[in-house]
């Protein structure tokens, strides 16, 4: 019998989720997919491993013996991860980080250009993800690390299982039409009579600039609701409404139209990278963590929250 790693994983998340839906979400996978490796990993055990009872999953016992045992092989393939690349002196290892368009572009070429003319031997692939689902990766080890964000109207859920590094501290600004404001510098309730384009409320990010709005005393007429942060720009700048952008945004996004006004208080976003706890001994990722400090330093982003 040849049991597959990618297999286990499933078979472990189906037990942490109770559907093949959920777990596919999890995994990032179609749920058919993870049905057809499901019954694979059946196949290749000769044993019935699950029941259905409706939409849910019911492991049999056979199934639930093995998936003690996934999580003894999957923990003992991460510590000999581990052992080598510390017997390696960490200079060769490879790792998946979950990224989103903003870290993508502005602070990792910078990042990992340093790294490769340093620890060549580190390699650092990438996949995008929206910010609320990173997390989840990164603890049923899809990803080894991470970019997640707390706002600070709204800090994000936290894993028991997961450590985080501050990377970047960032501002939230004003992003108006051209001249709708005449100062440089406005509380966030001066934009409370202005038509809003914002993300849905089921981001973290349309979650947490609803919260800071009704903090200071109003409901945001949002008008257009887009998940894209170059849409919301985009639509910002033909006049059709406010929004609110980041540091990390404004280098990546600033047509012409737009107007870029700081809030006063400010409101902020910290930028950290995710890692799961067992891993906290690994120098190939805490190297990646140093590196893209010193990107978000070069930007003049530093890891404590600035002063307004």
């Known amino acids: 019998m040849e049991l ?22 999890a995994l990032h996978y179609t749920a058919s997919a993870v049905s057809q490796q499901l019954a694979q990993l059946e196949r290749d055990v000769g044993a019935k491993l699950f029941e259905r009872l409706g939409r849910r999953v019911q492991l ?18 991460e510590r000999a991860t581990l052992a080598l690349e510390e017997a390696q002196g960490s200079m060769s290892a490879r790792l998946t980080a979950g990224v989103w368009a903003s870290v993508a ?22 996949k995008e993800l929206a910010p609320e689902a990173t997390a989840d990766a990164v603890r049923d080890g899809t990803l080894d690390l991470s970019f997640v964000i707390d706002y600070s109207d709204a800090p994000m859920e936290w894993s028991d299982g997961l450590e985080r590094a501050v990377v970047a501290v960032e501002r939230l600004h004003a992003a108006v039409p051209a ?13 409370a009579e202005h038509p809003w384009i914002l993300a849905s409320p089921k981001s973290h990010f349309g979650r947490a600039v609803r919260i800071a709005c009704q903090r200071h005393g109003f409901q945001p007429k949002i008008n257009h609701e887009v998940e894209e942060q170059s849409t919301a720009m985009a639509m910002v700048g033909a006049g059709l409404g406010v929004t609110l952008v980041s540091d990390l945004g404004l280098r990546l996004l600033r047509p012409p139209g737009i107007d870029v006004v700081a809030l006063a208080p400010p409101l902020l976003r910290t930028v950290s990278i995710a890692y799961r706890r067992t891993e906290i001994r690994r120098p190939a990722l805490h190297l990646v963590v140093a590196a893209v400090q010193d990107a978000a330093a070069e930007l003049g982003l530093g890891t404590e929250p600035a002063l307004p």
Request: charged content about 20%; aromatic content about 2%; overall charge neutral.
């Open 60 to 77: 049999t016992e056979l199934g639930i013996l093995l998936t003690e045992h996934a999580e003894e092989i999957l923990g003992s393939v």
């Open 4 to 25: 597959s790693l990618h297999r286990l994983r499933m078979l472990r998340e189906l037990r942490r989720r109770g559907t093949v839906t959920a777990a596919a979400a």
């Open 179 to 191: 001249g709708a404001l005449p100062s440089a510098t406005v509380p966030l309730d001066a934009l």
């Open 105 to 126: 572009s502005g602070l990792l070429p910078t990042a990992l250009t340093a790294l490769a003319a340093d620890y060549p031997g580190i390699q650092v692939r990438t």
